[in-house]
């Protein structure tokens, strides 16, 4: 509708809001989540100077070995992806806010000529016109703005939630993989002095081709195997840089722990993983969010499916010597072709279609934790397990097989096969902690509301059957 209305315009201005204030509080939430879940700090680099600053805080953070929580600090703070999240975050809320505004003042400008008996006339028609129809619904506009902005700050909390997990995944992948290599370097050299000493006593007679062979061959499947492991590491090592956005100097100053932290002494029970408040996960609330959005626009559309415009103008014309003529004209659009079946139809599976996605995240909701929970308690036990029954047996087992050897009663491969076992157990563990540590990762997500393919847990050849054997 056209009319004149500075005092209805201006309050439409005050009542939709400045979009730099949306902004800033978006990202205010980002940073309370990111505080109290991950305990780390946002930052969002929006000049030079502030780059330069975290890229010589980045420096001196790879001056030592990179921990988890210092790689999530330069995820958080460096990242190109990372800040590319952000603002996009930024360019939501400032749409957001931009669909809530009601549209320009529109002026029309009319000169005419008429040409009669008496001369040449002229007219001037002038009109300021302003749609009511966008201020008698500008409460609701206001209200879905803000289910937008709402939808945004828990976009960005699940964008952030993705980006701790990937990271720390990567970075668990990453200094596993350089454990692994380095200890395969040990095994394939031990297994190379196996084949070496094969040789010289085939040479006195005293091993048969056979025999040899069986060493040689042992030797070189750890050569492959020393390739594999180190082609890995270097795969998650790369994959780790690109997580947190380094440089190619920077990537070549990182430097990694030489070995997975600890693992707890106790795991998390299930009862403090089933005590997470379903509702406060972050997937829960952006459906609830989308469906409060879908519920108000359906009744929305019910009425502007039968009249979609209401347009008024004051009008102003001058004519050749005549009075000057004001008054106003309406525009309102007739519902002759289109009756709005379609859209209020449209709008109501649009509806029913947000409550279903609502009902379905909802009840996964508790799955996806169940499963996240028996993923991670299933890669504890197991650490556990090699960690404090089959490596320490393994052992005993190497240690036995010395005093033996010094007695007399066993043969130097026999010794090598036992040592070569021990290592293979090692190994395993590794791989092990490796698997509790992404599982734990895993599980943290999933109660926020970030659910992640469940662990699959391999079954490896067996330490007995990796060491050999005459």
């Not at 000493?197 to 081709?209: E, H, V, Y």
């Not at 069986?214 to 180190?230: D, F, K, S, V």
């Not at 509806?351 to 991670?376: G, H, P």
């Amino acid at each position: 509708m056209k009319t004149s209305l500075p005092l209805s315009l201006l309050a439409a201005t005050v009542l939709t809001g400045c979009a730099s204030v949306a902004i800033d509080q978006n990202f205010a939430e980002v940073e309370r989540f990111a505080r109290e879940q991950a305990g780390s700090e946002v930052r969002w680099l929006r000049s030079d100077s502030e780059r330069e600053a975290m890229r010589a805080e980045v420096d001196r953070l790879l001056a030592q070995p990179l921990t988890i929580d210092d790689a999530v600090r330069v995820a958080l703070g460096y990242s190109p992806a990372f800040q590319s999240l952000l603002a996009e975050a930024a360019m939501a809320s400032a749409d957001a806010t931009g669909s809530a505004r009601i549209g320009n003042p529109v002026f029309t400008f009319e000169r005419l000529f008429r040409s009669g008996a008496e001369g040449r006339e002229l007219d001037i028609g002038r009109s300021l016109g302003l749609s009511l129809f966008d201020l008698l619904f500008l409460p609701a506009r206001l209200e879905q703005a803000e289910f937008r902005q709402q939808q945004t700050r828990l976009q960005s909390s699940i964008a952030l939630l993705s980006t701790l997990t990937e990271v720390r995944q990567a970075w668990v992948d990453a200094v596993a993989a350089r454990q692994v290599a380095r200890y395969r370097e040990d095994v394939a050299t031990a297994a190379g002095t196996a084949a070496e000493l094969a040789r010289r006593m085939q040479t006195t007679g005293n091993f048969s081709r056979l025999q040899r062979a069986r060493e040689q061959a042992l030797a070189a499947e750890e050569t492959a195997n020393l390739i594999r492991a180190r082609q890995n590491a270097t795969a998650a090592g790369e994959a780790l840089i690109q997580r947190l956005g380094l440089t190619p100097g920077q990537a070549q100053a990182l430097r990694l722990p030489d070995q997975l932290p600890t693992v707890p002494a106790a795991p998390m029970d299930e009862a403090t993983a089933g005590a997470a408040l379903l509702e406060n996960r972050l997937d829960v609330r952006i459906a609830r969010t989308d469906l409060d959005r879908t519920a108000k626009s359906l009744g929305l559309t019910r009425v502007t499916s039968v009249v979609n415009g209401l347009h008024v103008a004051g009008v102003r014309i001058s004519a050749t010597g005549e009075s000057t003529q004001r008054g106003f004209e309406i525009e309102l659009p007739l519902p002759l072709f289109d009756f709005g079946d379609a859209a209020r139809a449209g709008s109501e599976a649009r509806y029913l279609a947000a409550f279903n996605r609502t009902l379905e995240v909802a009840r996964n909701a508790s799955s996806q934790v169940r499963v996240a929970y028996d993923s991670y308690r299933s890669a504890y036990d197991l650490a556990r397990h090699y960690r404090n029954e089959v490596v320490p047996l393994y052992q005993n087992i190497t240690e036995e097989s010395v005093l033996q050897y010094n007695g007399m009663l066993i043969g130097v491969f026999d010794l090598l096969a036992a040592a070569r076992a021990q290592s293979a157990s090692v190994l395993q563990a590794i791989e092990a902690e490796r698997d509790f540590w992404r599982a734990d990762a895993a599980l943290k997500a999933s109660l926020l509301g970030q659910p992640i393919a469940p662990l699959t847990l391999s079954s490896p050849a067996s330490p007995a059957q990796a060491g050999g054997g005459h």
